[in-house]
């Protein structure tokens, strides 16, 4: 496999070429790092059978503050999806690029602006607002430096978290995927989310919909592809 070959244009990194694979499409690059967001994204590469390589971040080490990583994500997080036009970043994006570059396995309905417009506003209130709350638990220190303060953001999170899926269980949730009847990237990503309800001290049975919808997740064959790899 031809090694990855990385410019920098104006501060930010870029794949100069792509080796193809057997089937003689380019491939993807894909970081990622267990018990993180990133299983949304993964998820999505396995449903769309795309070409591409797992590259496992070391948290531990802090393998995502390293020279070589900052040099592929500068934000020193995951995920990140190196494609044959740039890296992209952000869990929301790369969920609609894999969308939109994989239409045959609708994913995403990109025939219809609006409701693709939906699906891009579940997906960002996940990765603005909920992901945000469930922050608040272990990365405190990204808001304030006053230890008192990180105390009491820890002990909000099992209410935030809390209300956030009310709300997603009562009008966002159409059943029995997201969007209603069609398995989409919102399927993929809730059911990352859904999974840190529990380290959050919120019972995921107190909200049937996204209980059953995390159950029939489990189930998906791209899903049992990818967690073992997610659960170290």
């Not at 380019?26 to 967001?37: D, K, L, R």
């Not at 990140?80 to 994006?93: F, H, K, S, W, Y």
């Not at 999974?195 to 909200?207: F, H, K, S, T």
């Amino acid at each position: 496999m031809t090694p990855l070959t990385i410019r920098t244009w104006s501060g930010y990194p870029w794949r100069d070429e792509f080796a193809p694979t057997s089937s003689g499409k380019h491939y993807m690059i894909f970081y990622y790092a267990p018990q993180t967001v990133s299983v949304a994204s993964h998820i999505a590469l396995e449903e769309a059978s795309a070409s591409y390589e797992a590259r496992a971040i070391n948290f531990r080490e802090t393998e995502q503050r390293s020279e070589h990583y900052l040099k592929i994500n500068p934000k020193g997080r995951v995920p990140a999806l190196v494609t044959d036009r740039g890296i992209i970043t952000e869990t929301p994006a790369i969920l609609a690029y894999i969308a939109q570059t994989f239409p045959q396995a609708q994913l995403a309905p990109l025939d219809d602006p609006f409701a693709f417009a939906e699906i891009q506003a579940f997906n960002n209130y996940l990765c603005a607002t909920v992901h945000v709350a469930h922050a608040h638990k272990v990365r405190g220190g990204r808001w304030v430096d006053d230890d008192a303060a990180i105390e009491a953001m820890k002990k909000k999170v099992p209410q935030t978290m809390a209300e956030c899926f009310a709300l997603i269980e009562t009008e966002m949730l159409r059943g029995p995927w997201v969007m209603g009847e069609n398995y989409s990237i919102c399927d993929c990503y809730l059911f990352t989310i859904a999974r840190w309800l529990e380290g959050d001290g919120v019972a995921i049975d107190q909200y049937p919909a996204v209980a059953d919808h995390a159950r029939r997740m489990r189930e998906r064959p791209a899903v049992g592809q990818v967690m073992p790899l997610h659960e170290g």
